[in-house]
Every structure is written in structure tokens, then in C-alpha cells.
């Protein structure tokens, strides 16, 4: 392995562990209190972001068209494809729930905000988002699989997110792969560390945002 793919694995493994170790609501997962009404708060945040990917890869692959960056903009080009009909598994989760589905919420938008200015300011760092997003649900995904019965849920249930887990583990690679060729230096490999522990955060209080209580 590559001092990037070491550095970049090491440094993503370790923020979604402190992320899930922290975080409100994976603990309400763990303790068997997820609520119904948590649940569908996040789904339909989920059913939004998903939404969004799409419109942020293409942004990403414009900005590294305009300068140039062939490489760059086939990869978000081949991505673009990898993400169709996603938003559909959230979907589908709300059906069964007899939901619709909300508004995003606001920290849904401020992650957003964050993943989009990337794409459209720094396309190469927008590649550590990517890195960051899919490696944290294949972590946490993984660690919550054997807490969902005591929340009285399946992996199907929650399709949008376990639907990712093993598609994601190639995509890391993948993107890893591509960071090798803009994040070889160690201080710009520091940098881009820096950038995933602030999306750690704004991810972290995506999730906490959703612990709320059943609606008597």
C-alpha cells in the first residue's frame, strides 16, 4: 500500500470510529431506543442528500473540466452512473413506513453546503468527501448491523443505507485511488485530513439531529 492509501485508510477508519463512539444517535441504536419518528426524520434526510449527489459530481466533474483536469472529470464522470436511482432506496424505506418524507433538515443543508462548495471550489477535495462519506457508512453500517433487532428493524429496512455497505468498500478504493494522484505530498495529504474531520462533524451533527421521540 501507498503512503496515501495508508494515511487516508488510518485517518478515515479512525474519525468514523470517534464519530460513532460520540454520536447520540448511534447510541440510541445501540441501546434499542431508536424511535419511529428518528427513523423517519433520517430516511427522508437521506432520501434528500442522495438526491444531491448526482447535481454534486457533475459540479465536480465541470470544475475539473475547466482546468483542465481530464482525469478528474471522467472519474466524477464514471461516478455520475454508480449513483442513479439511490434516492429511490430511501424512498422506498419512507413507503414502508408510510411516509413522505420532509423538508431537509437544516444540518442535512449545512453538509450539503460543505460537500458542494468542495465540488465546485476544489473537485480533488471533493474526492475526500466521497472517501469520508462512503467509508463511514461501510464502518458504521457494518458495526450497527447486529444492534438493528433490538430496534425491531432488518438491514431492509434501512435499504438506503445497507444497500451502500458492500458497493462502498470498492468505491473507497476506487477513490483512493484517484486521490493517489493529487495528494502524494504528505503537508497536502494533512490538509485533506483536515477537510474530512470537519465532514465528520458535519455529519456527526446530521445524525444527533435526529433523536427525537415517538409522537404520543
Do not use: C
Request: charge should be negative; proline fraction near 3%; glycine fraction near 4%.
Amino acid at each position: 500500500m501507498s503512503a496515501v492509501s495508508i494515511d487516508l485508510t488510518q485517518a478515515v477508519n479512525r474519525i468514523s470510529q470517534r464519530v460513532i463512539d460520540n454520536s447520540a444517535f448511534i447510541q440510541a441504536i445501540r441501546s434499542g431506543l431508536l424511535s419511529k419518528e428518528s427513523l423517519k426524520s433520517y430516511l427522508s434526510d437521506i432520501k434528500w442528500i442522495l438526491g444531491e449527489s448526482i447535481p454534486h459530481i457533475k459540479s465536480a466533474r465541470e470544475a475539473a473540466n475547466r482546468r483542465g483536469d481530464l482525469r478528474l472529470a471522467n472519474f466524477m464522470e464514471e461516478k455520475i452512473a454508480e449513483e442513479i436511482g439511490h434516492d429511490l432506496w430511501a424512498e422506498n424505506d419512507l413507503k414502508r413506513l408510510n411516509s413522505t418524507g420532509k423538508e431537509p433538515s437544516p444540518a442535512a443543508v449545512r453538509l450539503m453546503k460543505f460537500a458542494r462548495n468542495a465540488a465546485l471550489e476544489r473537485p480533488e477535495f471533493f474526492v475526500g468527501y466521497m472517501i469520508w462519506s462512503e467509508a463511514f457508512t461501510v464502518v458504521a453500517g457494518e458495526q450497527m448491523s447486529p444492534y438493528l433487532p433490538g430496534n425491531s428493524l432488518k438491514t431492509d429496512d434501512i435499504s438506503a443505507v445497507y444497500n451502500h455497505v458492500e458497493t462502498d468498500k470498492r468505491h473507497v478504493q476506487e477513490d483512493i485511488g484517484i486521490a493517489e494522484f493529487y495528494f502524494s505530498e504528505k503537508e497536502k495529504r494533512e490538509e485533506l485530513i483536515s477537510f474530512i474531520e470537519d465532514a465528520s462533524k458535519l455529519t456527526q451533527a446530521f445524525l444527533d439531529s435526529h433523536v427525537v421521540t415517538d409522537r404520543k
